[in-house]
């Protein structure tokens, strides 16, 4: 069982001073944690001092530890603090381990499951939170103050899905639901309407292309396989992935590892099988992650030059060009060109071949909305553009009161897709803004963001036909596949 003293979100602003966003302890496991320590008891500082306390542990295990671990030590007494950082925030929480306030003795982390259950609860609570970033006003915090409430009373984590949750205080408990059998925790109501699957293989890429023959290129791909079942009682799913089709003369590509959700049944052969067995909870949820090997191209290839042509001007030139293997459906493909250290951007003229360009609001970037298809001889676009800037180099300061975009390296969700991508993804647009010492005379960096839509880069799919439920019930199953950048 973990159990939880107190909970709080930091964030530190550019003056090096620390906002206190969220703060929550619990009562009852402080006297708890007073009777067990006894004369070691260490009482929690303020929040404004237990943060400042919290920056400096980090910074200082960051310098002399090599490896990144998920808690430290509050004055050598307050231990362990599990912590994650988030949308620009730390999400902490202290952890209650009872062999340590009894003797102060550390147990090896890895021996200690309330810290997985600790960080698993920090990542619900982040996401739960993503909406309300950058801004997290106090009026969005109320659902944060009722969340923790339902999700952790006396603070011990029963349910952190934030959808039952919601679903609980929305409909509450029935009045009479006769079970028959032993329910799951991650369903603890059952679905009640149209019966239906919903699958969707998503295949990250990430990748640097240095066009640099001296070189290598280096990217990464994996998978998930994210499901949303809408199905009456306790049914059992079984799902079978199907690898891509054999290649003539060229490595497969084969799946290295499988990292299954809770609720799938484990069994030895699953690498063999590429079967899943599993009895889903009512919301989406991750079914599978997947690795690949054998990958031998990625879905685009660029090109990017820029040249110093006159003082506070430069001269760049931005290609690319879709795999012909490779579906022309896009969600949606921006391309990033921030110019860190070059002061703001005071004009552009550029000429480019699909899309439309765009100077940032923080007028250090500029943004490429390629669009949904590429439209040019041989699936190419180009942009060549002359740029100016104003040569000034003070530090950009963000604005509270604007909503930025985020935004050759491969990338995620663009903002300028809706209010809640354009709030989670502002930190990142501010880091990708933010000076570079790297970003001096020639050297620089484009970021391209895209989701490509009805394809895998993997050949990775789900057998349709084997597909069972049992038991046997009819259902509509929607099987959906898109590519992302990462």
Known sequence: MCT????????????????????RRFSTVETRVKALSGSYYTTIPNDIDFGKLFISELYGEKEYNTIDTPSLSIKNTIWPVAYLKRLGVYFVAIVVVEEYLRTL????????????????????????????????????????????????????????????????????????????????????FLYKGRQAIELL??????????????????????????CKADLEGMPEVTVFLTPSPPQPQAEQPEITYISIDPCVQTTVDILNTNKLVFSPPL?????????????????????????????NVVKLLVQLKLDAEVNNNFDYCVMHIPFKNRGNIVNIS????????????????????????????????????????????????????????????????????????QSATETAAIEEIAPDPFCVGGNSYVKLHFKIVGFSLSGVNVDTKKLSIFPNTKAKVLVEREVVSS
């Open 4 to 23: 939880i003293r107190g909970l709080w979100m930091l964030r530190e602003n550019e003056e090096s001073s620390l906002e206190v966003l969220f703060s």
């Open 105 to 188: 003795t550390k147990p090896a982390l890895i021996d200690l499951p309330c810290i997985t259950t600790a960080i698993s609860l920090l990542e619900d609570i982040s996401n739960l939170v993503t909406p309300y970033a950058p801004k997290f006003r106090p009026t969005q915090m109320a659902e944060l103050h009722m969340f923790i409430g339902t999700a952790l009373p006396f603070g011990q984590p029963i349910d952190s899905n934030a959808l039952n949750l919601k679903t609980m205080l929305r409909q509450g408990f029935p009045a009479t639901d006769l079970l028959t059998q032993k329910r799951p925790a991650w369903k603890p």
């Open 201 to 226: 293989l998503r295949e990250r890429v990430s990748c640097v292309l240095y066009d640099n023959p001296s070189v290598p290129d280096v990217w990464n791909m994996t998978g998930t396989l994210l």
């Open 283 to 311: 919301d989406t949820f991750n079914l599978c992650s997947y690795g690949m090997k054998g990958i031998k191209k990625v879905p685009l290839r660029g090109f990017y030059q820029m040249k110093e042509i006159a003082e």
């Open 350 to 421: 550029m000429s480019p071949t699909a899309g439309s360009v765009a100077i940032d609001p923080t007028h250090r970037m500029l943004v490429w909305n390629i669009g949904q298809k590429f439209t040019g001889r041989n699936l190419e676009v180009a942009l060549p553009a002359e740029v100016y800037f104003d040569g000034l180099s003070t530090p950009y300061v963000p604005n509270p009161n604007s909503v930025m975009n985020s935004g050759f390296l491969l990338s995620t969700t663009p903002g300028w897709l809706s209010p809640q991508a």
